[in-house]
């Protein structure tokens, strides 16, 4: 099936740095997102993102988050800068309506030290 | 609190058996989806559901908005079946934004 992929798999960055997780979506889809899951808690929403715009964000999405998407290229999550709260794995999903099946990447682990 | 609430939490099932998960609904919700983690981490796209149910092989989804809940049903299980399952669920108008359930744990013993 469609492929999202998430690069890094793992970052280990001291707090207070800036992080940029990227994203390679699916080819033809066209809304893209952002999830949190902290260490035994649930997924949580943070972003979603179209026509080079956010959409919605949550409370999660911080002042210190950004995200683009230059040019059809990776879809980025920045963190700047960052806090040992930020600690994380950090899903990416995209969707090609925003009406139909996300479709997941594998997630980023980031450890803030 | 959770707007959705999925069970049980863990469940064993031997190989050839069956059982069914299931989330229920704090609210309204557009629709569902199901998926499945991998060993890897990776999440796998079961189903999407607006309404009605849905058949993949050994796996079986219903929705239905109006009472709250969503159900997926498995039979015939194997080993390759374990994994965390979870439902999540979408109640905006506009772009996906899902709401998880806690997840179920499945092991599928021999």
């Known amino acids: 099936g469609p492929k999202v992929l998430q690069i890094p798999s793992h970052q280990i960055i001291d707090m207070g740095q800036m992080v940029t997780l990227n994203c390679d979506p699916v080819?033809?889809?066209?809304?893209f997102y952002w999830y949190k899951q902290i260490l035994g808690q649930q997924m949580e929403f943070l972003v979603n993102?179209?026509?080079?715009?956010?959409?919605?964000k949550s409370k999660l999405f911080k002042d210190q988050f950004s995200v683009e998407r230059p040019d059809g290229s990776y879809f980025t999550l920045k963190i700047q800068p960052t806090a040992l709260e930020d600690s994380a794995v950090y899903f990416c999903?995209?969707?090609?309506?925003?009406?139909?099946?996300?479709?997941f990447g594998s997630g980023t682990r980031l450890t803030v030290l | 609190g959770d707007q959705v609430e999925q069970s049980p939490s863990a469940l064993s099932l031997h190989e050839g058996t069956g059982s069914a998960l299931r989330c229920n609904f704090t609210?309204?919700?557009?629709?569902v989806q199901w998926f499945r983690k991998n060993s890897r981490g990776s999440l796998i796209n079961l189903f999407y559901?607006?309404?009605g149910t849905k058949e993949n092989g050994r796996l079986k989804s219903a929705f239905d908005s109006k009472e709250r809940y969503s159900t997926l049903h498995i039979r015939d299980a194997q080993l390759e079946d374990s994994g965390t399952y979870f439902c999540?669920?979408?109640?905006?108008?506009?772009?996906?934004?899902?709401?998880f359930g806690k997840g179920t744990q499945l092991i599928i013993q021999p």
């Open positions: 080819s033809n889809h066209l809304y």
């Open positions: 609210t309204t919700m557009r629709a």
């Open positions: 993102f179209y026509n080079g715009k956010v959409m919605e």
């Open positions: 999903a995209s969707s090609r309506t925003g009406w139909e099946t996300l479709y």
């Open positions: 999540a669920a979408d109640n905006t108008e506009g772009a996906d934004r899902l709401t």
């Open positions: 559901l607006a309404s």
